[in-house]
């Protein structure tokens, strides 16, 4: 019962795919007398390069005896004609036969391990006749899209008469040219008929750019039905066998075309070949490419007729049968040569996964990972944009030598490729992103072609992550701080400031590991990586990144270019102001703060006096003699009136009628009052050695006094109130004032 238990679940649940990653040709046809070359490929594992592989043949009772294997192993019926070559750098095997014979025509399996108990593939082997007479017959055997020339003899009684070409369909011989000059419209262009001379006795047809079916029986004949001279001829048309082409899932195959000088001038093309249908073209030179190899295909025409079709990121869907070929107007036509392909897509893949959509935010930034073959660490990267227009193409951008120069332009400050060493992925940065930034573009190395990829970029609409200043001017000599602002969700990321060059993009070393110029710290608390540069030299200036990354992958960046300037000598020192992130770095400029109540005359004597040139040194600082001589004695006045105000308002708090002519007798001109005698009697009437005034810092009201002193009696027109006493204050308070002004104009001193 638990047997059965588990073999349910097996059932259920397989381990694994049944489909067997080895790859042969399915078919191979063979004319008899020639030779055969049968390859077939296995998966790039250690335990598959050192397998027992194996050739055999497949019998009625479904056992599959072996021919020939790695292990030395030769049967008799293939001794001395056949052989099995291992080679393991290509992960494939050949087998080899010679001499064929019709007797050889069957089915076959190359496997690796166990006959017919592991990995294997079946192969169908076809020995057709060779060229030559059989029982009267003659044969021909041509590749599709090949030429036949088919000899015809005839006896001299015939020598002068009409010489024709049929073709049995059927029972009817229908013909197909004559020495009259007719062709059958199926062969129009492609079939003709010579007669040499008639001491030869025989004439020639010559097919060309030959078709399937084309092949049949066919009659040739000299004369009359009666006595005329009749030939059988039989014409075999082979199939191209196709080449053989893996790829491994998500990776990339390259189909090698041939198609010889004479298709030179045409267009180019590959086409996919499918049941039951004509075959679709996949690219062209004329522009076209199928939708589903969009972005990840490209032909590239070489010298001769010769061209190259690359493919990436390889789907299972795309295994199966393709034909290269050559015509003006891009599109298969039968007879036209062609060049066979069965492309195998192996799915136990050792390629790892990677992203083929990458989407950034424009003004943000994109970081692309780039698999290599760890074999190939120490060969050339590439990253190409690859091209929508009609010729196609991939331009090349950045390689591991640095960003190309043609492109410098356009990237320069933008594009930077990662190397890291034994991860067996580089990274490409770009940042700056803008909508033209949107396509397709190759990661390439100059090793392993099979291992090239494709991604796509798409331009989406967001925010920058990460904010710094747009546009930065650094005072050669001085300090300059950068900040970088990173959001919340980046605080366990390391974060980084890299100076961006022609090859990379160099990090800058943090305060802590010590720097004599640039470092950089981040303030964690306020979300700021800053970058300082002290002093600023003249081979700091150039583009600065600030960047985070997630362990070895990268993350997102932010680029901002750095200026340096020299001051002009004698010029006004101002400190650098920090600007907020993507705003310009503005310099502060010298405010003038103008006072509500006292204001200096623009065209006071001060400047008239100035020897120096207002810009020069020697005439800034007269003018800052002049303003500190002017605004100190404006200060003291200005206290000295507050202080009066105090006094006016402490007064009228305290409803104070009576006031000492004493205490303002500096303060209020005699004018005031109505005449001098009034004061005068006023003044001396009940006078006594004892003078009296009004208490201002007591507790009350009471006066003291002695006891001979006489309360003294003010006249109606000399008394005042509080209010008047205020304004007569603030009167005297504005002339003395003036006239302090007035003093300082004419004859600054140093304060």
């Known amino acids: 019962m638990t047997l059965f238990f588990l073999a349910c679940l097996l059932a259920a649940f397989p381990v694994g795919s049944m489909k067997s990653p080895i790859f042969g040709p399915q078919e191979v046809g063979r004319v008899e007398g020639g030779s055969a070359s049968i390859k ?20 009625a009772n479904g056992r599959c005896t072996t021919l020939i294997s790695s292990e030395n192993y030769v049967s008799k019926d293939y001794a001395g004609r056949a052989n099995l070559t291992n080679f393991p750098e290509s992960n494939s095997f050949v087998v080899d036969i010679g001499h064929l014979t019709q007797g050889d025509s069957g089915r076959y399996k190359c496997g690796l391990g166990i006959n017919g108990q592991s990995l294997y593939f079946d192969v169908s082997l076809e020995v057709s006749p060779g060229p030559g007479v059989v029982n009267g017959t003659q044969v021909h055997a041509a590749d599709l899209g090949g030429t036949v020339t088919i000899s015809c003899p005839f006896s001299s009684k015939n020598s002068m008469k009409k010489k024709t070409l049929c073709k049995n369909i059927g029972q009817f011989c229908v013909l197909v040219t004559d020495s009259t000059g007719y062709v059958k419209p199926s062969y129009s262009n492609r079939v003709s008929l ?34 005329g001279d009749k030939n059988k001829v039989d014409l075999y048309v082979m199939k191209p066998e196709p080449q053989l082409a893996y790829g491994d899932l998500r990776g ?48 590239t025409s070489k ?57 950034g935010v424009a003004g943000s930034s994109v970081a692309v990972p780039c698999p290599y073959k760890p074999k190939d660490r120490n060969s050339l990267k590439y990253w190409c944009r690859w091209k929508e227009t009609k010729e196609g193409g991939c331009t090349q951008l950045v390689s591991s030598e640095g960003l190309v120069k043609e492109q410098y332009t356009q990237y320069a400050g933008r594009l930077a490729l990662h190397e890291e060493p034994g991860n067996g992925t580089y990274t490409v940065i770009l940042n700056q992103l803008t909508a033209q930034d949107a396509g397709f573009y190759w990661c390439l190395t100059n090793g392993d072609t099979r291992w090239w990829f494709t991604v796509e970029l798409k331009i989406v609409e967001g925010e920058p992550n990460l904010e710094v200043p747009k546009d930065v001017t650094a005072w050669l000599g001085e300090t300059l701080k950068l900040p970088c602002h990173y959001p919340c969700k980046f605080a366990s990321y390391e974060k980084y400031w890299c100076k961006w060059g022609n090859k990379t993009c160099k990090a800058l070393p943090s305060q802590a590991e010590g720097s004599s110029q640039g470092s950089v710290s981040c303030d964690q608390k306020n979300q700021i990586l800053s970058l300082t540069l002290n002093p600023v030299a003249k081979e700091d200036e150039g583009w600065y990144w600030c960047g985070v990354k997630n362990g070895v992958q990268f993350g997102e960046t932010a680029a901002v270019y750095v200026k340096v300037k020299e001051r002009v000598q004698g010029s006004k020192d101002v400190s650098q102001v920090h600007a907020a992130p993507g705003k310009e770095v503005i310099e502060p400029r010298v405010r003038e703060v103008e006072d509500s109540q006292v204001k200096v005359p623009r065209d006071s004597a001060v400047g008239s006096k100035a020897s120096a040139d207002p810009g020069s040194s020697e005439g800034q600082g007269g003018s800052s003699k002049v303003l500190v001589s002017t605004l100190v004695p404006l200060g003291l006045v200005l206290a000295l009136g507050a202080v009066a105000v105090g006094v006016v308002r402490a007064r009228h708090r305290r409803n104070v009628d009576r006031v000492s002519i004493r205490s303002y007798k500096t ?44 309360e003294m009696e003010e006249p109606k027109k000399a008394k005042r109130s509080s209010k008047e006493e205020a304004d007569m204050a603030y009167t005297a308070f504005l002339l003395q004032a003036n006239n302090m002004a007035a003093d300082a104009q004419d004859g600054p001193s140093e304060a």
């Open 40 to 59: 077939c490929y296995y998966p790039d594992t250690s335990v598959n390069r050192h397998s027992r592989k194996y050739w055999c043949r497949q019998g």
């Open 194 to 227: 010579a007669i040499q001379d008639t001491n030869q006795l025989a004439f020639t047809v010559i097919i060309s750019q030959l078709q399937l079916s084309d092949a049949g029986s066919y009659v040739c004949q000299a004369g009359d039905d009666v006595s």
């Open 252 to 299: 990339s195959v390259t189909f090698d075309c041939a198609l010889g000088p004479e298709v030179a001038n045409l267009t180019k093309f590959l086409c996919r070949v499918s049941n039951g249908k004509a075959c679709e073209v996949v690219v062209n030179g004329l522009g076209k490419r199928a939708q589903a190899f969009e972005g990840r295909i490209l032909l």
């Open 303 to 359: 010298a001769s007729g010769f061209f190259s079709v690359h493919v990436t990121g390889l789907r299972k869907e795309d295994a199966g049968r393709y034909l290269c070929g050559a015509h003006s107007d891009g599109q298969p036509q039968e007879g036209w040569p062609t060049q066979a392909w069965q492309l195998f897509v192996n799915e136990e893949t050792t390629v790892p996964r990677s992203a083929s959509v990458v989407k």
């Open 667 to 710: 303060d209020i001109s005699m004018s005031d009052f109505e005449n001098s005698k009034d004061l005068g009697a006023i003044d001396n009437m009940g006078a006594s050695s004892v003078t009296q005034e009004t208490s201002l810092g007591g507790k009350d009201d009471s006066m003291a006094t002695s006891k001979n002193t006489v």
